[in-house]
Nanobody
Framework: EVQLQAFGGGLVQPGGYLRLSCAAS????????IGWFRQAPGKEREGVSC????????AYADSVKGRFTISRDRAKNTVYLQMNSLQPEDTAVYYC????????????????????WGQGTQVTVSS
């Protein structure tokens, strides 16, 4: 059974930082892509960042480039999202998901290619 567990959210002041973790288990695909998505109240879920297992390629939404960094620990089957310089507009529930194939860069932030989703973790940026 594919399982994704996201954790690390919390309340942080503007300009602060958080690191989210996504622990993946229950699958053994030749190649796959793990992505972080977020959904703010009243808004659609959007892609934030993702990383492809096979070649380590990454993608970022324009809104987080230069502030967020995605990384992986293969031994722990865990993907991290380091979020720096957080702003109130980053407030959302953050989800991790896996696409059971390596996605090309132009597809990497597209929700429709992700097959399994974890539970969300709330990130609130407020003073």
């Amino acid at each position: 059974e594919v399982q994704l567990q996201a954790f690390g959210g919390g309340l942080v002041q503007p300009g602060g930082y958080l690191r989210l973790s996504c622990a993946a288990s229950g699958f053994d695909f030749d190649d796959y892509t793990i992505g972080w998505f977020r959904q703010a109240p009243g808004k659609e879920r959007e892609g934030v960042s993702c990383i492809r297992q096979g070649d380590g390629s990454t993608a970022y939404a324009d809104s987080v480039k230069g502030r967020f960094t995605i990384s992986r620990d293969r031994a722990k089957n865990t993907v991290y999202l380091q979020m720096n310089s957080l702003q109130p507009e980053d407030t959302a529930v953050y989800y991790c998901a896996v696409a059971t194939r390596g996605l090309i860069r132009s597809w990497m932030l597209a929700i429709q290619y992700y097959n399994y989703w974890g539970q969300g973790t709330q990130v609130t940026v407020s003073s």
